[in-house]
């Protein structure tokens, strides 16, 4: 279902992943200023918080939806 975690371990908080999510799905939590999945089935599975991340492995994308690829117009 598209966004399955994101690992507050390895998250250093800078919030690139939030805005790259086209669809609102992440945000940062006030209190410990971290990222938190907070609308996951909004998710588009679209990659862009996975690929923007600077700290590899840090938000897992889910394989049970087909991967959303942009048409080219």
Request: charged content about 25%; hydrophobic content about 30%.
């Amino acid at each position: 279902m598209g966004i399955k975690t994101i690992d507050e371990g390895t998250c250093t908080g800078c919030a690139i992943c939030v805005a790259s999510c086209p669809m609102d799905v992440i945000r940062m939590t006030p209190d410990r200023r971290k990222a938190a999945i907070r609308y996951p089935l909004d998710c588009m599975t679209c990659y862009n918080c996975e690929r923007d991340c600077p700290e590899e492995g840090t938000i897992t994308i889910g394989p049970e939806r087909a991967r959303y690829v942009p048409l080219p117009w």
